[in-house]
């Protein structure tokens, strides 16, 4: 059934079972779970079926901490969520990958790290995700594949650095709209922003999840089981405006929540002088068809050596592009343009700005070879990694000085990298420039820590870890079944559940964790008992 809060009276209310807040990919894949069940189903999502400047205006913020990107830029309320960025001009496909087995894993001087679960509790989870993204099959490694065109293509399968793939798709979640608006026991309801989730005389049960609508107006969804699935900044902003008592938040009893917020780092790296042999065969790094699935081969450590060196995990990809794009002041200048849209502005800009007017020649030049059609004489093939960052406990998620339209303040976001974040993967690059050097295959010129000024590092619009699982409360927001430790009936899902991140896009394992989610409270809805806190 499709509900708009806008047109619903007054003070409405509604009772349902399973009350789901955010129509993103999680909340999405939870709720078709109990499609056509006895369970009534409540998701709410603060936008409407396309995107809208009003729900957008609710997703300003403050950024305070390392240079990122505006927060309204990052984050959709819209049905469909997240995967609605996926897709644009330029960009017709968004990469998947499952995490890899050391990104569960408690790696020694990596404090903090590990998951409460091992990656074959996931495994069976990854293979429908697959199916519910549209994606392809899981394949055997690159590395162990021979003959045809791929074993031509992948001359790096030494014991320290392999080729892996990240499969590409271009389905959203928007395709969901119709099944769950013709379900008899599922609500979606639209244009309702979640503000509140009150307790009442028993502080460890959610039983009121207050709504409002544009005008500012109430209404609200008595719930027996709630689930926090609106994305990883305003999860975090939920909880902490969710407790009016103790003013510290839902959750917050040993102050985690919002805290250890990550992203995905990213950045150009390099590039390989000397690679005529693998630009010609590089065909396999770009996205191409293979079995008639879209895929993207790119280069990491493999996890013994990661183990052993401890590194981060961290993917470098191979992006054909043309020569003149490797001067610096062309890296220079691309950053000042994107600092125009950053907050706060990237670090020393005066640097970047003495590189664009020294490089004014090789600017002038990147204008020619734009002219000109594409050569691969002109063409070389640039690094760009994406990489984890070890968890940071003050790299944190707040509530900001200003307010949105609805009058509760912003989400104010203290993104922190450590300089060990950086060295790994300067450290990961010099095991990928000895495998090309060995191979014969060229070398990397201009690497990580030998530019002036250092390169701006990016996010890639993954939000991680500022709710994450943990089995003792005094280290994570939410249990490993994902239910918020102090809360009997309140649980979480999304990126910001990830206690360690990995180099992989998160959507994957996003659904993945979903699903393990919605068969756990299929059985907590059939009929068994909230156990008291501490049983």
């Known amino acids: 059934m499709l509900r708009d809060a806008r047109q619903l009276p007054g003070n409405w209310l509604i009772d349902t079972d399973l009350c789901i807040i955010g129509a993103g990919p999680a909340g999405i894949t939870i709720a078709s779970e109990f499609l056509g069940q006895d369970t009534r189903v409540c998701l709410v999502e603060s936008g409407g079926l396309d995107l809208e400047r009003r729900a957008q205006r609710l997703n300003h913020g403050i950024s305070v901490g390392y240079s990122t990107y505006l927060l309204h830029h990052a984050r959709v309320r819209a049905f469909g969520g997240s995967s609605r960025h996926w897709v644009g001009p330029g960009d017709e496909t968004w990469a998947a990958r499952p995490l890899d087995p050391i990104d569960f894993e408690v790696r020694p001087g990596m404090p903090y790290s590990g998951w409460p679960f091992d990656l074959?509790?996931?495994?069976?989870?990854?293979?429908?995700?697959?199916?519910?993204?549209?994606?392809?099959?899981?394949g055997p490694s690159p590395a162990t594949r021979d003959g045809g065109v791929t074993a031509a293509a992948l001359p790096l399968r030494g014991p320290e650095v392999e080729t892996t793939v990240f499969q590409h798709g271009t389905s959203t979640f928007e395709g969901y709209h119709h099944q769950l608006a013709r379900s008899a026991n599922v609500t979606l309801l639209l244009h309702a922003t979640a503000v509140h989730l009150a307790t009442g005389r028993d502080p460890e049960v959610v039983d009121t999840v207050e709504l409002r609508r544009d005008d500012g107006s109430r209404c609200a969804v008595r719930p027996k089981v709630v689930v926090l699935a609106a994305g990883g900044?305003?999860?975090?902003?939920?909880?902490?405006?969710?407790?009016?008592?103790?003013?510290?938040?839902?959750?917050?009893?040993?102050?985690?929540?919002?805290?250890?917020?990550?992203?995905?780092?990213?950045?150009?790296?390099?590039?390989?002088?000397?690679?005529?042999?693998?630009?010609?065969?590089?065909?396999?790094?770009?996205?191409?068809?293979?079995?008639?699935?879209?895929?993207?081969?790119?280069?990491?450590?493999?996890?013994?050596?990661?183990?052993?060196?401890?590194?981060?995990?961290?993917?470098?990809?191979?992006?054909?592009?043309?020569?003149?794009?490797?001067?610096?002041?062309?890296?220079?200048?691309?950053?000042?343009?994107?600092?125009?849209?950053?907050?706060?502005?990237?670090?020393?800009?005066?640097?970047?700005?003495?590189?664009?007017?020294?490089?004014?020649?090789?600017?002038?030049?990147?204008?020619?070879?734009?002219?000109?059609?594409?050569?691969?004489?002109?063409?070389?093939?640039?690094?760009?990694?994406?990489?984890?960052?070890?968890?940071?406990?003050?790299?944190?998620?707040?509530?900001?000085?200003?307010?949105?339209?609805?009058?509760?303040?912003?989400?104010?976001?203290?993104?922190?990298?450590?300089?060990?974040?950086?060295?790994s993967i300067r450290r990961s690059q010099e095991l990928v420039d000895g495998a090309l050097r060995a191979a014969g295959l060229g070398h990397v010129e201009l690497p990580l820590g030998d530019e002036r000024p250092p390169?701006?590092?990016?996010?890639?619009?993954?939000?991680?870890?500022?709710?994450?699982?943990?089995a003792s409360p005094r280290l994570g927001v939410t249990d490993p079944d994902c239910r918020v430790h102090s809360v009997r009936n309140l649980y979480v899902a999304g990126s910001s559940l990830f206690p360690t991140y990995g180099c992989s896009n998160p959507t994957l394992t996003v659904v993945a964790l979903a699903l393990r989610l919605a068969d756990h409270l299929q059985k907590v809805l059939a009929g068994r008992p909230l156990l008291r806190l501490g049983q």
């Open 233 to 423: 900044i305003e999860n975090p902003r939920l909880l902490l405006l969710s407790d009016r008592t103790h003013r510290r938040g839902l959750g917050n009893r040993h102050d985690l929540v919002g805290r250890f917020f990550a992203e995905r780092l990213s950045a150009r790296s390099g590039y390989l002088a000397g690679g005529r042999q693998l630009l010609r065969r590089a065909s396999f790094y770009g996205v191409h068809a293979d079995h008639g699935t879209r895929v993207q081969g790119a280069l990491r450590v493999a996890d013994p050596v990661q183990r052993e060196r401890g590194l981060l995990n961290c993917a470098f990809f191979l992006l054909p592009r043309r020569s003149t794009m490797t001067a610096e002041a062309v890296r220079s200048l691309a950053t000042l343009v994107k600092g125009v849209g950053r907050q706060p502005l990237p670090d020393a800009p005066m640097a970047h700005l003495r590189n664009v007017v020294r490089g004014a020649g090789d600017l002038a030049a990147l204008g020619l070879d734009r002219l000109r059609r594409p050569s691969d004489d002109r063409t070389v093939l640039v690094l760009r990694f994406q990489a984890e960052q070890a968890p940071n406990r003050e790299s944190r998620v707040t509530l900001g000085s200003r307010r949105d339209p609805l009058g509760l303040p912003v989400a104010q976001l203290d993104w922190r990298m450590a300089a060990s974040d950086r060295d």
């Open 120 to 138: 074959a509790q996931l495994e069976p989870q990854y293979e429908q995700a697959r199916s519910i993204c549209e994606l392809g099959p899981a």
């Open 455 to 470: 390169t701006l590092i990016e996010g890639n619009y993954h939000h991680l870890g500022a709710t994450r699982m943990h």
